[in-house]
């Protein structure tokens, strides 16, 4: 049984560019939440995806948006990044309101 | 949500138990504890919750306090594999089950 998986593992963007992250989530797992790490951090929760939609978000600007496809995949997107973007991207999978499990991550670098 | 509040840093013997302290004063009624553990970046490892009992898996043992303010995870017998930074989260099943991690406890397990 695959666990949750990210895509890419690794990413290096310049200031002002556009990135996309991928996730597909644990087999069953209907809800994807999305967090970002920064370094010596705590993951801070950004938005979580449910039947195709956003059911809430956290402190995050408007350049952070995610989509949720038919087979529970999910992405994030960031525009116009900035260096402060910099951080491990998680994603987690969970049926509904439980026990969320967490994919090992997209490190985004932002020159 | 409520908050947690962890010591920032505990070493332990290997082969000792470790036990991790958390305070969650102002935990609900409806509001369970979660442990999750992270390791030199990787995505969080889930390890236990419990609501009210307190619980065992394969992994860890986790006691709840009978005023439910506090737990403590219990690892029987570290290893060195056990080093990792520990969170403990409270959160509620209602609403979008979102979880606010804190800073956590950095254990290190010694040889």
């Known amino acids: 049984d695959a666990g949750v998986t990210q895509s890419p593992t690794h990413l290096i963007k310049t200031r002002g560019q556009q990135v996309t992250l991928r996730c597909s989530p644990k087999?069953?797992?209907?809800?994807v939440s999305w967090y970002q790490q920064a370094l010596g951090q705590g993951p801070q929760f950004i938005f979580q995806?449910?039947?195709?939609?956003?059911?809430q978000r956290g402190n995050f600007p408007d350049r952070f948006s995610g989509h949720q496809f038919p087979n529970y995949s999910s992405e994030l997107n960031v525009n116009a990044l900035l260096l402060g973007d910099s951080a491990l991207y998680l994603c987690?999978?969970?049926?509904?309101?439980?026990?969320?499990?967490f994919g090992p991550g997209t490190r985004l670098t932002v020159l | 949500d409520a908050k947690t509040t962890q010591p920032p840093s505990m070493d332990c013997a290997e082969g000792r138990a470790a036990n991790l302290p958390c305070n969650h004063s102002?935990?609900?009624?409806?509001?369970?504890v979660y442990w999750y553990r992270q390791i030199h970046s990787q995505g969080p490892q889930y390890i236990i919750h419990?609501?009210?009992n307190n619980e065992t898996n394969e992994m860890a043992s986790l006691i709840i306090t009978e005023d439910r303010k506090s737990s403590t995870l219990i690892l029987p017998h570290a290893t060195l594999r056990d080093t990792a930074v520990y969170y403990c989260?409270?959160?509620?099943?209602?609403?979008?089950?979102?979880?606010?991690f804190g800073t956590g406890t950095r254990l290190k397990v010694l040889a």
């Open positions: 987690a999978s969970s049926f509904y309101l439980n026990t969320q499990y």
């Open positions: 087999s069953g797992h209907d809800t």
């Open positions: 995806y449910y039947e195709e939609e956003e059911r």
């Open positions: 102002t935990i609900s009624g409806n509001e369970y």
């Open positions: 419990g609501l009210k």
């Open positions: 989260i409270v959160t509620s099943p209602s609403g979008t089950y979102k979880y606010i």
